[in-house]
């Protein structure tokens, strides 16, 4: 198995021989390109690997195949970030974030609001464009994190590439909650209905069986667009990665959602004003998270 460094600076796998084989042919990756054993910390270029030596210079790469997901081993690649990934500073996330967030002030948060409006502005937003619009964003948050040049068209980067496992990606966590929230909802409806101490006890304890089911799915799929949209991942193999990267550490990446989300009640004091003005500092906390967890340093 072997991890791939890309141009972008991102690392990508484990993936076996045949998968860096076939990224070779297609052109997205070059004998050039760093890459190390799964097993060993040793970055060396492809042409130093027996496996790909022999390989030929591909074929410039045709725009199109850069829009399609690359194939992993999701199991594999959870694992070896879990094993690299230190515990998870919250505190260090929310400061993090709170200074990227100052450095730009007003076009991050321009670009966010502006973002965030358009979402809500289709029709059926929830279903189809909150997937792309969140994976616009996290796409300029994290190239900007990274020093990398971003503008507002950047936001829209998932109308051009990625767009089908983002959409399906949504509906997905849309039909996990739904699926999950429709026997909870009937149990509820029909402890109310009984109008008894045990019916009051069934609807209290269905009530509070479904905010549990709806707060890990939100906690543990919280980096599945990101990880579409930031190391070309399928939507499948997102969700597998996100579950388990942050299903490894759960308890702090639920601490950093709760403090995030008192943060954001604080703008509460400005009339309301305060909260649009502190949804950026959340974001960026999360992506700072999505830094530690699923780029860390070796």
Do not use: H
């Amino acid at each position: 198995m072997f991890i791939i460094l890309g141009s972008d600076g991102v690392e990508y796998g484990p993936v076996d021989a045949a998968t860096v084989k076939a990224w070779l042919n297609e052109g997205r990756a070059v004998l050039q390109t760093k890459a190390r054993r799964a097993d060993s910390p040793e970055w060396q270029t492809l042409a130093a690997f027996p496996e790909f030596a022999e390989n030929e210079a591909p074929p410039p790469l045709p725009e199109s195949a850069r829009k399609t997901p690359v194939t992993i081993d999701a199991e594999a690649y959870a694992a070896d970030l879990i094993a690299r990934a230190k515990p998870l500073d919250v505190i260090g996330c929310i400061s993090r974030g709170w200074a990227f967030y100052k450095s730009d002030f007003g076009p991050i948060l321009g670009v966010t609001l502006l973002t965030l409006l358009l979402m809500n502005a289709v029709p059926f937003g929830a279903l189809i464009a909150t997937g792309l619009g969140m994976a616009g964003i996290y796409y300029y948050y994290l190239g900007k994190m990274r020093g990398q040049q971003r503008q507002l068209s950047d936001v829209f980067v998932g109308f051009s590439r990625m767009t089908a496992p983002l959409i399906v990606g949504n509906l997905a966590i849309f039909g996990i909650v739904l699926a999950c929230m429709l026997p909870i909802y009937v149990f509820v409806v029909i402890g109310a209905v009984l109008q008894s101490p045990v019916g009051l006890v069934m609807a209290v304890v269905g009530g509070l069986a479904g905010m549990a089911v709806v707060l890990y799915i939100s906690v543990v799929l919280n980096f599945v667009f990101p990880l579409i949209i930031d190391k070309n991942l399928d939507w499948r193999d997102a969700m597998k990665v996100s579950r388990r990267v942050i299903g490894a550490q759960f308890w702090r990446f639920l601490l950093l959602m709760v403090l995030a989300g008192l943060i954001s009640c604080l703008g509460l004091l400005l009339f309301l004003v305060g909260v649009y003005l502190l949804v950026p500092l959340t974001i960026a906390s999360y992506a700072q998270a999505y830094e530690d967890l699923c780029n860390p340093k070796d």
